[in-house]
Nanobody, 113 residues
Framework: QVQLVESGGGLVQPGGSLRLSCAAS????????MSWYRQAPGKERELVAA?????NYADSVKGRFTISRDNGKNTVYLQMNSLRPEDTAVYYC?????????WGQGTQVTVSS
């Protein structure tokens, strides 16, 4: 049974940092491209960052967010620094390999003073 379980979300002040984790099971993690998406209220889900061997980023988070993976722990991370109110969203983990796509349940990130 495939599972993607996100954690690490919460409330943080502008300028603060959070580290999201996504623990995967039920598939061969190392062979999948792992991504983080986010969806703010009233907006479409958007790609934040993705990693196969190296990370790629949306322009809005370049220089502030870092995606990484630990294939030994079947976990992907998103280190988020210099957070802004516009980063407020539900953050989702996604695993993809050809036609196989899996999503986590999401974790809420709220940036507010």
């Amino acid at each position: 049974q495939v599972q993607l379980v996100e954690s690490g979300g919460g409330l943080v002040q502008p300028g603060g940092s959070l580290r999201l984790s996504c623990a995967a099971s039920g598939f061969t993690f190392s062979t999948y491209v792992m991504s983080w998406y986010r969806q703010a209220p009233g907006k479409e889900r958007e790609l934040v960052a993705a990693i196969a061997t190296a990370g790629n980023y949306a322009d809005s988070v370049k220089g502030r967010f870092t995606i990484s993976r630990d294939n030994g722990k079947n976990t992907v991370y998103l280190q988020m620094n210099s957070l802004r109110p516009e980063d407020t969203a539900v953050y989702y983990c996604k695993a993809a390999r050809f036609a196989s796509v899996y999503w986590g349940q999401g974790t809420q990130v709220t940036v507010s003073s």
